[in-house]
């Protein structure tokens, strides 16, 4: 019923009041239901890159389009970027054509890395759950985390390892205290933050918890913007009406003294 309506409605209502109704109707189905998507087992990323293939991959859908325009408000331009689980590159690509930052990439997906290779650029095979040593390189102004941390058992870890390699480490994270995952948890369901299987995701934060939490690794938060949410009100209060968070850290601890000369 439903899907014979769809192209009725969209030839007969103009576009804007038709994509307000889609998004209404879509985050409805997202408090009772799970994604098509769905299943039981492990995500292997490059089944999930092979789905994408010849479809959206390296595509921005508009979800990350203001994931990539909240970066690249932060970014000053011409920056050394170095975008850790890259992906299929196209919001480092974005960076790049925007911002022109001399950008490099991560990731642990051979299939994205061939894909970003083929798209003109600089990405090289590496899992974060490991050290990542030599592939780092030298400093960057800015390490791009990019809805990866949730993904990993350690990001204190992670973090810890990078905060001497950039000035600024940008982090984007899923916002757990967003309103429509507290009402699905009073529905009697997790919040939905994951496409495949709930397993994608091992750590999760609120905007109050991430800033605790920040503050506790020892870096200083210089800026945080709720990049999707529901309009205007994710700016008064992110951590009620902000769907997916970005912030900027710095390292706050005091540089280590070096020993006094005899």
């Given amino acids: 019923m439903l899907s014979a309506l769809k192209p009725l409605a969209r ?16 985050a409805l189905r997202r408090l009772f239901g799970y994604p098509p998507t769905a299943r039981v087992g492990v995500v292997d990323y490059d089944d999930y890159w092979d789905a ?102 350690d990001p204190e870890r992670l973090l810890d390892s990078l905060r001497h390699r950039a000035t600024t480490l940008l982090v984007t994270v899923p916002n757990t205290g967003y309103h429509q995952h507290r009402l699905r948890l009073l529905l009697g369901r997790f919040p939905l933050q994951w496409v495949v299987t709930p397993g994608e995701h091992l750590r999760f934060w609120t905007v109050a918890d991430f800033r605790w939490w920040a503050r506790q690794m020892g870096f200083r938060i210089t800026h945080q913007e709720a990049y999707q949410g529901t309009p205007f009100l994710r700016r008064v209060w992110p951590n009620l009406f902000g769907q997916a968070m970005v912030y900027a850290l710095q390292d706050a601890r005091p540089a280590a003294r070096q020993p006094s000369p005899d």
């Avoid at 030839?11 to 879509?26: F, K, V």
């Avoid at 390490?143 to 993904?151: A, D």
């Fill in 52 to 153: 994408k293939a010849g479809k959206v991959m390296g595509s921005l859908s508009p979800f990350r389009l203001a994931r990539a325009q909240a970066l690249a408000r932060i970014i000053p331009p011409g920056s050394r970027v170095l975008d850790l689980g890259v992906g299929d590159g196209a919001i480092l690509k974005y960076l790049v054509e925007q911002r022109g930052v001399d950008g490099y990439g991560l990731d642990i997906s051979p299939r994205a890395v061939a894909f970003c290779r083929a798209q003109g650029l600089k990405v090289d095979l590496a899992d974060v759950n490991r050290p990542l040593g030599s592939a780092i390189g030298d400093h960057y102004d800015v390490i791009i985390m990019s809805e990866i941390i949730e993904h990993i058992p």
């Fill in 11 to 26: 030839r007969l209502l103009p576009r804007r009041l038709y994509l307000w109704l889609a998004g209404r109707y879509h």
